[in-house]
């Protein structure tokens, strides 16, 4: 496939030294909270639920996609998530879908379905923003009707802490001059990851202080269509950190595997694609004290094991077991 064209002010090339520069004495711009201690990290595995392109909406199937069917799906995922006691859960974009012609009072009320399934989950809650999110709403509206814990209303971008494992969730629904996708004003393929939100990710890598796995709707390890338009930009962030372990993705509903500059990339298959109860997918992925990820996919969901990744910067996990820190949204 063709290498999209990039803007040249989004492919900072950040060094080593910076890093360091930046952990030692950068302030962060950020939000934070704490809550209660957990065992760290370097004692047990961090265990979590990811799920992606449910595209929820009572709707007719189109195709292979059984959008009505989702809600059914989701339960499923969310009930074995809930059994197997995992540390949180989150969701990777897409998770509603609308009507065609678009309501947009029908597709708040799909996209409030849809978190009433995911708030059944009895744990900390996570979302990705994906395209389809803002396919007839804004991405005000979206973020102001969903919750993810201990992160403020309205935050698109954003990380936290988990037993150790530190968390950060992208979004890519960006046009290449910077607005964000508003009410289906936007070309699906079009997917960036602003400058200001490139600063923002190379300031919390600095500050993070153990390894790290990176959540996003659009795809980071290739070009074309289905990837991020500037992802080589935040790939050399994520690389130059020494800390990213894996970067888990959904949008291309058949899912797929890479491994570049040292870290995993697993997109996840997409729920809403097929009919019937064994037409779902789903997974746990649990990162093991020697940062080997296990994936357990159920359903039509792939199992991998990604053997331990290149990881060069020290562990010093933090007392807090769950800590978040936020990013402002461009909406």
């Known amino acids: 496939m063709q290498r999209p064209e990039m803007r040249t002010d989004q492919l900072r090339v950040v060094s080593r030294r910076t890093f360091l520069r930046l952990a030692a004495g950068t302030a962060l711009s950020t939000l934070s909270c704490t809550a209660g201690h957990l065992p760290i990290f370097r004692s047990r595995p961090v265990r979590f639920g990811i799920?992606?392109?449910?595209?929820?909406?009572?709707?007719?199937?189109?195709?292979?996609?059984?959008?009505?069917?989702?809600?059914?799906?989701?339960?499923?995922?969310?009930?074995?998530?809930?059994?197997?006691?995992?540390?949180?859960?989150?969701?990777?974009?897409?998770?509603?879908?609308?009507?065609?012609?678009?309501?947009?009072?029908?597709?708040?009320?799909?996209?409030?379905?849809?978190?009433?399934?995911?708030?059944?989950?009895?744990?900390?809650?996570?979302?990705?923003?994906?395209?389809?999110?803002?396919?007839?709403?804004?991405?005000?509206?979206?973020?102001?009707?969903?919750?993810?814990?201990?992160?403020?209303?309205?935050?698109?971008?954003?990380?936290?802490?988990?037993?150790?494992?530190?968390?950060?969730?992208?979004?890519?629904?960006?046009?290449?001059?910077?607005?964000?996708?508003?009410?289906?004003?936007?070309?699906?393929?079009?997917?960036?990851?602003?400058?200001?939100?490139?600063?923002?990710?190379?300031?919390?890598?600095?500050?993070?202080?153990?390894?790290?796995?990176?959540?996003?709707?659009?795809?980071?390890?290739?070009?074309?269509?289905?990837?991020?338009?500037?992802?080589p930009a935040v790939r050399q962030l994520l690389e130059t950190s020494g800390r990213v372990l894996a970067v888990f993705q959904g949008h291309h509903h058949e899912g797929a595997y890479s491994h570049l500059g040292g870290i995993h990339y697993y997109t996840l298959k997409a729920l809403v694609e097929g009919s019937g109860p064994n037409s779902n997918a789903y997974a746990s992925v649990e990162v093991l004290p020697d940062r080997t990820v296990i994936v357990t996919g159920y359903r039509n969901a792939v199992s991998m094991r990604l053997a331990r990744s290149i990881y060069t910067a020290p562990f010093e996990p933090s007392a807090s077991a769950l800590r978040t820190r936020s990013g402002l949204s461009g909406s």
């Open 51 to 231: 799920v992606t392109d449910c595209h929820y909406a009572e709707a007719e199937h189109v195709g292979t996609r059984f959008y009505r069917e989702s809600l059914g799906k989701l339960s499923e995922c969310v009930a074995r998530m809930n059994a197997e006691r995992v540390d949180f859960l989150i969701e990777l974009g897409d998770l509603k879908d609308q009507d065609h012609p678009p309501v947009e009072a029908r597709t708040l009320e799909h996209l409030r379905k849809a978190e009433a399934a995911v708030r059944e989950f009895h744990g900390p809650r996570y979302h990705v923003l994906g395209n389809h999110d803002m396919d007839s709403i804004s991405k005000r509206q979206f973020l102001s009707a969903i919750e993810n814990t201990r992160v403020e209303s309205g935050r698109s971008y954003y990380s936290f802490d988990v037993g150790g494992l530190h968390g950060i969730v992208l979004d890519a629904n960006y046009t290449t001059d910077g607005r964000d996708y508003d009410r289906g004003d936007f070309d699906w393929q079009d997917a960036n990851v602003p400058i200001h939100e490139l600063d923002w990710l190379a300031r919390d890598l600095a500050a993070a202080s153990g390894p790290a796995v990176v959540f996003i709707h659009q795809l980071l390890d290739g070009t074309g269509s289905v990837y991020v338009k500037n992802a």
